[in-house]
């Protein structure tokens, strides 16, 4: 649940905050009169990403067992690759997507009201898929049949909203680049879980070998179904039996991933006796 909410947080800020800012410039250029084809926009991107995670969620359930696990499995190294090329690319472009978005919605205006919906569409749609695809991934590999992920999302998405109104009204502050530093170094994480578990997918699809190697096998002291079990399972997507592929696979995701993306969103900070900035006036 912990992980799907954060999930839900981040992919849900980002969304709104694509919506906010493209509202606000388009009161700011005095052209109220097209706020409701972007909110047209807005919601046909909602719908589509419910659609397209209904897909998901009830498509595979006619499918034999192993193109299940196939499907499965390959749609969550998907997620993984989505989510490491998002996380990167807020980091290295937080700072721009403001002004990126406005060029965008200037050409949009120019082109008439249905530009406009197109535009909000699109923005907001990518996100959205991408919400939608990542949050499937992860209950998914949380292995629970009950409704604890789906609540964990609808409340990240439920804060994400909030704080995106919030922000758009100027009641409160937040520190974006270090918000979206923090919780990218937790979706690493969470992500590695994700990719261990499209492995086991795809290994018991017949797939990948070594379904049989485990690395280890702490059932006894870590049982399923207990309260510490369903925390790291939700949490972590910890998997008390895991192979030896799986275990490789998250120990190189975490350990590449998260030490590249730690120095694009962590810069250190140059000293002012540094002799380069010295030289540099």
Same mark, same amino acid.
């Given at each position: 649940?912990?992980?799907?909410?954060?999930?839900?947080?981040?992919?849900?800020?980002?969304?709104?905050?694509?919506?906010?800012?493209?509202?606000?410039?388009?009161?700011?250029?005095?052209?109220?009169?097209?706020?409701?084809?972007?909110?047209?926009?807005? +919601?046909?991107?909602?719908?589509?990403?419910?659609?397209?995670?209904?897909?998901?969620? #009830?498509?595979?359930?006619?499918?034999?067992?192993?193109?299940?696990?196939?499907?499965?499995?390959?749609?969550?190294?998907?997620?993984?690759?989505?989510?490491?090329?998002?996380?990167?690319?807020?980091?290295?472009?937080?700072?721009?997507?403001?002004?990126?978005?406005?060029?965008?919605?200037?050409?949009?205006?120019?082109?008439?009201?249905?530009?406009?919906?197109?535009?909000?569409?699109?923005?907001?749609?990518?996100?959205?898929?991408? %919400?939608?695809? &990542?949050?499937?991934?992860?209950?998914?590999?949380?292995?629970?049949?009950?409704?604890?992920?789906? %609540?964990?999302?609808?409340?990240?998405?439920?804060?994400?909203?909030?704080?995106?109104?919030?922000?758009?009204?100027?009641?409160?502050?937040?520190?974006?680049?270090? #918000? &979206?530093?923090? %919780?990218?170094?937790?979706?690493?994480?969470?992500?590695?879980?994700?990719?261990?578990?499209?492995?086991?997918?795809?290994?018991?699809?017949?797939?990948?070998?070594?379904?049989?190697?485990?690395? #280890?096998?702490?059932?006894?002291?870590?049982?399923?179904?207990?309260?510490?079990?369903?925390?790291?399972?939700?949490?972590?997507?910890?998997?008390?039996?895991?192979?030896?592929?799986?275990?490789?696979?998250?120990?190189?995701?975490?350990?590449?991933?998260?030490?590249? &993306?730690?120095?694009? +969103? &962590?810069?250190?900070?140059?000293?002012?006796?540094?002799?380069?900035?010295?030289?540099?006036?």
């Amino acid at each position: 649940m912990l992980a799907n909410y954060l999930i839900g947080l981040r992919e849900g800020l980002e969304a709104a905050l694509v919506a906010s800012i493209l509202v606000a410039y388009l009161v700011r250029l005095g052209r109220r009169d097209l706020l409701p084809a972007l909110w047209a926009g807005v +919601a046909a991107a909602v719908t589509v990403s419910l659609a397209f995670g209904a897909l998901l969620t #009830f498509g595979p359930s006619g499918l034999a067992f192993r193109a299940q696990e196939a499907l499965g499995g390959l749609l969550s190294l998907a997620a993984v690759g989505l989510v490491t090329w998002m996380i990167f690319w807020m980091a290295r472009t937080a700072r721009s997507m403001r002004s990126d978005l406005q060029h965008r919605l200037d050409d949009a205006v120019a082109a008439g009201r249905a530009a406009v919906l197109v535009t909000a569409l699109l923005a907001v749609g990518r996100e959205g898929l991408e %919400t939608a695809l &990542f949050l499937w991934a992860g209950a998914k590999a949380a292995g629970t049949t009950s409704a604890a992920p789906l %609540t964990g999302a609808a409340l990240g998405l439920a804060t994400a909203v909030l704080l995106g109104w919030l922000l758009y009204r100027g009641s409160v502050h937040l520190d974006l680049r270090a #918000f &979206f530093a923090w %919780t990218g170094a937790s979706l690493v994480v969470v992500a590695a879980g994700v990719a261990a578990y499209g492995i086991h997918d795809l290994q018991e699809a017949g797939i990948l070998p070594g379904e049989d190697a485990l690395a #280890f096998d702490v059932s006894g002291a870590v049982p399923p179904g207990s309260w510490y079990g369903v925390l790291l399972k939700g949490v972590l997507n910890f998997s008390p039996a895991t192979t030896w592929l799986q275990a490789v696979v998250w120990v190189l995701y975490v350990g590449v991933v998260l030490t590249a &993306f730690v120095r694009t +969103a &962590f810069p250190r900070r140059v000293r002012r006796a540094d002799p380069a900035v010295v030289a540099a006036g």
